[in-house]
């Protein structure tokens, strides 16, 4: 596949990143966005993902515009 080309993906309900760790390896993939409501999640998937940091509040109050 052409590097320059690659499905944008949201992490929801991200926990610490282990499906978004799986999409990205196959190497079609890039997470743009993320998101969980446990802090207690943030350091470990900011440590490991160093673009598109984990932003923590319920689903329900995100505002997509």
């Known amino acids: ?3 320059k080309k690659k499905f944008k993906t949201l992490d929801l309900f991200a926990g ?3 499906i978004r760790l799986g999409f990205e390896q196959v190497g079609y993939f890039e997470t ?3 998101n969980d409501f446990d802090k207690y999640c943030k350091n470990t998937y900011d440590l490991n993902f ?3 940091k984990l932003f ?3 689903l329900k109050n995100l ?3």
């Open 1 to 3: 596949m052409n590097s």
């Open 50 to 52: 160093e673009n598109s």
């Open 32 to 34: 743009v966005f993320s």
């Open 63 to 65: 505002n997509p515009l």
């Open 16 to 18: 610490v990143g282990g």
């Open 56 to 58: 923590i509040d319920d």
